[in-house]
């Protein structure tokens, strides 16, 4: 089981990889399109600071099964923590859980769940992340939400993971914008192309009317690579597990065997004893 | 097929072809795997505003990109074809990037099963709200799977 782990996480760090070079793409467009809409951005409706933000929506990724160690736990014990600390500041709660686990514990302790997404979690398609990720847009367009955080399990390596909060919505723009690519990814001719840049592009539609989608985009690969994170986190905590089930069976074996050849050492020793006794007895 | 279907074009080609620099480097991106990456003669698709052929030397473009069929011309009578969903066309330096949520070959397409899957987004877009998110959702996915349908139900002829 543990070898098994083992190729699923292979494939599930891999498809970690295979976002980045999308994901580059989409932020240095939507760093083009917001210079050219020239601060058009402020209107963007998914990056509108409300305050109070009263109505937090909290989405909770958890997997589908368990035999995973604290997996699945130990989000489930940050959302319950952080709805305590939004209660006390006076807001309202709403949370939506991917995967059976979290359903499951959520549903056990009696906490309402407004959406539940299942059946995916080893292994998530885009398709997936992007019905979440709308849901979530929708609510926070129509009023529903002001606020949504994900918390998920954030893959380091198979042996660390880490329960990871980040804020979906509102986003951020530099956090959208990131660092400007660099090295490899730089186009060779992008600084002298740079200066008559915005001028000669064409946009389609327009830059403002872009703007808005690109977030959009980029909210929907947020919360892929959320999906992604947990999915080889899930696996990596899996294996982990599995090694340290085996790891404690063998130490549990060894110990066994030492303490029945004591057993039966004491035993031995004893009926020599009893032997010997009664041989001194009768002599 | 659209190679050198309209005067301007083919002339435009043509003048390329003489200058011994007609092509473009073009990439085809989802958020799950590369799908495509090399040189091309021209890349057809479809911007919210309608048909476009990008050839070599294009000027710069951003683009949103609705569901249709994207047409990849390797060389003169060799297209490739994917059914593309919604997405994004960035052009620069003589290069494209085609990103989209999904690029399918068209013979994995199966129409019977998107039929059905129009047919209930379809009744999802008659029963949601005027003017919600959910509307909205369920039109662009009605839109998504008519273009997909269109596409699987072409006849497979020669590109």
């Known amino acids: 089981m543990e070898m098994v782990a083992a190729a699923r996480l292979r494939r599930a760090e891999q498809r970690i990889q295979a976002m980045r070079p999308y994901a580059e793409a989409i932020r240095r467009m939507a760093r083009d399109v917001s210079e050219a809409s020239e601060g058009s951005a402020a209107r963007v409706h998914l990056l509108e600071q409300r305050e109070p933000a009263t109505k937090v929506g909290i989405l909770l990724v958890t997997g589908d099964r368990g035999l995973a160690g604290a997996f699945n736990t130990q989000i489930v014990r940050e959302g319950l923590r952080l709805k305590r600390e939004y209660r006390s500041e006076g807001r309202t709660v709403t949370f939506s859980v991917v995967g059976r686990r979290g359903n499951s514990t959520m549903q056990f302790r009696g906490e309402d769940v407004a959406e539940s997404y299942v059946g995916f979690t080893e292994r998530p398609a885009f398709a997936d992340a992007r019905r979440i990720s709308r849901d979530l847009t929708a609510a926070y367009t129509d009023g529903g939400l002001d606020r949504v955080d994900l918390v998920y399990n954030r893959y380091v390596s198979p042996l660390t993971q880490y329960v990871r909060r980040h804020t979906l919505l509102p986003l951020r723009e530099s956090e959208v914008f990131g660092e400007r690519a660099q090295g490899a990814e730089t186009e060779p001719d992008a600084e002298l192309a740079d200066a008559d840049r915005r001028a000669s592009w064409i946009y389609e539609p327009e830059a403002e009317e872009l703007l808005p989608m690109l977030f959009e985009e980029y909210a929907d690969l947020s919360v892929y690579r959320a999906l992604l994170e947990s999915a080889a986190s899930e696996l990596g905590a899996r294996m982990t597990a599995m090694r340290s089930a085996s790891e404690n069976a063998q130490e549990m074996i060894a110990d066994l065997t030492l303490e029945m050849n004591r057993v039966r050492q004491a035993e031995i020793t004893q009926e020599i004893l009893e032997v010997v006794g009664g041989a001194e007895a009768l002599g | ?159």
């Not at chain 2, 074009?9 to 200058?19: C, I, K, N």
């Not at chain 2, 040189?39 to 919210?48: K, N």
Request: net charge negative; glycine share 8%; hydrophobic share 40%.
């Open chain 2, 1 to 159: 097929m659209p190679v050198g279907t309209g005067p301007i074009r083919a002339s435009r080609t043509e003048l390329a072809l003489a200058e011994g620099r007609h092509k473009l480097e073009a990439q085809v991106m989802t958020p799950e795997r590369e799908v495509f990456s090399g040189e091309l003669i021209q890349l057809s698709t479809r911007t919210t505003l309608g048909e476009v052929g990008i050839l070599a030397r294009h000027v710069p473009m951003i683009a949103r990109l609705v569901p249709t069929e994207l047409r990849l011309h390797l060389e003169e009578g060799e297209t490739q074809r994917y059914a593309q969903g919604e997405g994004w066309l960035e052009v620069f330096a003589n290069r494209a990037r085609v990103l989209v949520s999904e690029a399918i070959p068209p013979d994995a397409l199966d129409a019977r099963e998107l039929r059905e899957r129009l047919a209930e987004a379809e009744r999802e877009l008659a029963e949601a709200e005027e003017g919600g998110a959910a509307q909205e959702a369920a039109e662009r996915e009605t839109r998504r799977l008519q273009a997909f349908l269109e596409i699987a139900e072409k006849p497979t002829g020669p590109a």
